[in-house]
């Protein structure tokens, strides 16, 4: 028996057969990736490898994106749009989901605006949408309630 610990998953793999660890090799092994690039980017799964390596990012990058809670994929739209992980730690305190920010920065949008959006009671990625389609907060607020007759 063999054991082993990667990440979040431990494995046991015996010579009854395959455990666990042979459904990783061979999801990873689908993405052209082997057991020494799952060790070396550790802990991302095969298919956050596969992606943040077609994009260009390092695993130190993923990473540190993963530190602060930005997946993969926002990761590599944060990097094009010259966002760094710190920028993110102020859209997170202030109640936002960290891939908030890199939605926010691909629409233009500061702090400041998305919260004033959030009070108006529309979630970041509806209001990001909004703001690219050029809708104002204002515009947005009268067509939510534009023939809602709140006194029927």
């Given at each position: 028996m063999?054991?082993?610990?990667?990440?979040w998953?431990?494995?046991?793999?015996?010579?009854?057969?395959?455990g666990?660890?042979s459904y990783?090799?061979?999801e990873?092994?689908?993405y052209?990736?082997?057991?020494?690039?799952?060790?070396r980017w550790?802990p991302?799964s095969?298919?956050?490898?596969?992606?943040?390596?077609?994009h260009?990012?390092?695993?130190?990058?993923a990473r540190?994106?993963?530190r602060e809670?930005?997946?993969?994929?926002?990761?590599?739209?944060?990097?094009r749009?010259r966002?760094?992980?710190?920028?993110?730690?102020p859209?997170a305190a202030?109640?936002?989901?960290p891939?908030d920010?890199v939605?926010?920065?691909?629409?233009?949008?500061?702090?400041?605006?998305?919260?004033?959006w959030l009070?108006?009671?529309?979630?970041l990625?509806?209001?990001?949408?909004?703001?690219?389609?050029?809708w104002?907060l204002a515009?947005?607020?009268?067509?939510?309630?534009?023939g809602?007759n709140r006194?029927?």
């Amino acid at each position: 028996m063999r054991r082993r610990v990667r990440g979040w998953l431990t494995v046991t793999q015996t010579a009854a057969g395959p455990g666990p660890e042979s459904y990783e090799l061979a999801e990873a092994r689908g993405y052209g990736l082997t057991a020494g690039d799952l060790r070396r980017w550790d802990p991302l799964s095969a298919i956050q490898i596969h992606w943040a390596r077609k994009h260009g990012l390092s695993p130190d990058d993923a990473r540190r994106w993963a530190r602060e809670g930005v997946g993969v994929r926002d990761a590599v739209r944060a990097v094009r749009l010259r966002v760094t992980p710190e920028q993110v730690r102020p859209w997170a305190a202030a109640g936002f989901l960290p891939g908030d920010a890199v939605e926010a920065a691909e629409a233009g949008m500061t702090l400041a605006e998305a919260t004033a959006w959030l009070r108006a009671g529309f979630i970041l990625p509806d209001a990001a949408l909004l703001v690219r389609d050029g809708w104002t907060l204002a515009e947005a607020t009268a067509a939510r309630y534009a023939g809602v007759n709140r006194y029927a």
